[in-house]
């Protein structure tokens, strides 16, 4: 096991008063007898969270700079020298008593990001709605197939992260698709991410902030725009090929006739069998100068890094 001074939870909060105390309360105080820091960012909250936080003598960020749970969350986490970050919601849906199993992973030097996953453990009834169920899955799936990986919860509050790891992320947006970026960013940068099952919690205390269609929109374009800065040759080779297979009929029309007839008189089918081949290959090569691209920009990425790290 390595030596690790000191584990941070962070816990962004915005009007949690009803359910607060209880996530403050559950927190273990050390993780394999390493002190557990709390750190909590509150987004000007108008119910009292701020009393209770005071009266619990939690360590928390004066004030949220900029807006949005993601801001919050990186704001926090720039304000700390802690080794091992962790991160969960105030709401008191995640089972904070499980850190030490999150950190434990990281700790054996098995992983450098560990997700606690609703999807592998079991969920309270009504915790997590239908339809925010099927959009998870659906963006988890997204991200497997584009990136190869295995995740089953991209969207979880709750994870651990290795400090050093997680400055390495490019993380832009500041609301709460900052989840689905942080994984698919881990993922890009090639961190070992476990996955450990855990039971999620229905929320009790203020109604929720969620709107699951315009939520879920959200999250598509961050997906969509993440994955395109990511692995943007299998979307333009997907678009490619799909391009190239409409091309088919007409030119086989077009090439049969050629072969009996020795002639061609389809000419407007000759001519968009042409063009949809020479968009076919346009698109593809946009496709790969696009990658070429972006391998270019992480290779400087780490550059920079390596050389602040020096430094
Ligand atoms: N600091 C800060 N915290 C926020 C902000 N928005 C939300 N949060 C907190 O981030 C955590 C997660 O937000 P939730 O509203 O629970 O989001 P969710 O879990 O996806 O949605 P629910 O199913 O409604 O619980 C909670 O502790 C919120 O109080 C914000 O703008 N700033
Ligand atoms: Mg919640």
């Known amino acids: 096991m390595e030596t690790i001074n000191e584990v941070l939870l962070i816990i962004p909060t915005k009007n949690e008063a ?14 394999e007898k390493i002190p557990v820091k709390i750190l909590v960012i509150d987004a000007h909250s108008t119910d009292g969270t701020d009393q209770i936080l005071e009266e619990k003598h ?7 700079s900029r807006g949005g749970k993601g801001a919050a969350m990186i704001e926090a986490s720039a304000m700390t020298t802690s080794e091992i970050i962790c991160f969960v919601d105030g709401d008191d849906t995640y089972p904070v008593e499980d850190l030490p199993r999150l950190v434990r992973p990281i700790l054996e030097g098995k992983a450098d990001m560990v997700v606690g996953s609703r999807i592998l453990g079991k969920r309270e009834h009504g915790s997590i709605s239908a339809a925010n169920l099927i959009g998870n899955k659906l963006f988890n799936s997204m991200t497997n197939f584009a990136l190869k990986s295995h995740i089953t ?8 992260i290795r400090r050093e790891s997680f400055e390495r992320l490019f993380l832009s947006t500041s609301s709460f698709e900052i989840e689905a ?11 070992r991410i476990v996955e450990i099952p855990i039971n999620y919690r229905k929320r009790t205390g203020n109604p929720t902030k969620l709107d699951s269609l315009r939520d879920g929109y959200t999250i598509l374009k961050v997906l969509v725009l993440v994955l395109l800065d990511t692995r943007p040759f299998l979307f333009f ?26 002639t061609i008189q389809h000419l407007p089918s000759a001519i ?26 992480r290779r400087i990425e780490d550059l920079i890094l390596r050389q602040k790290r020096r430094a």
């Not at 939690?58 to 949220?64: D, K």
């Not at 970026?181 to 961190?191: F, G, N, R, S, V």
Request: a positive charge.
């Open 153 to 160: 919860d991209m969207l979880s509050g709750f994870r651990a």
């Open 237 to 262: 080779g997907i678009a490619s090929g799909i391009i190239f297979i409409i091309g088919i009929y007409p030119a086989a029309l077009v090439i049969s006739e050629k072969i009996s007839t020795g």
């Open 58 to 64: 939690v360590r928390i960020v004066p004030q949220q």
């Open 181 to 191: 970026e942080i994984t698919i960013e881990a993922l890009a940068k090639d961190l």
């Open 272 to 297: 968009f069998a042409s063009m949809l081949w020479v968009l076919s290959a346009v698109v593809f090569v946009f496709g790969v100068i696009s990658q070429l691209i972006v391998i270019s920009r």
């Open 18 to 31: 009803p359910s607060i105390g209880a996530v403050l309360k559950a927190v273990p105080h050390k993780v």
